[in-house]
């Protein structure tokens, strides 16, 4: 099964929310930070998070049902 790229996991509120922080981010945050305090590069990263670990989860629920059904 084919995953749905950088939104695969993420609800569509979660998607809305991201860019409107995104958004804020840009236009009202910090000027210049390092790329460890950066909000923005957290923000990112944060995203990156939950899409690796619903890729994790859908390729473990994948490999299950493939089981159950060699299984029969």
Sequence with gaps: ????????????????GYQLRRLGL??????????????TAQLAAER??????ARREREQREAEDEARRRAF
């Design 1 to 16: 099964m084919a995953g749905k790229g950088d939104n695969e996991g993420l609800s569509v509120a979660y998607r809305i």
């Design 26 to 39: 840009t236009f009202f945050g910090p000027a210049q930070l390092g790329e460890t305090s950066d909000p």
């Design 48 to 53: 990156a998070a939950k899409v690796a670990r």
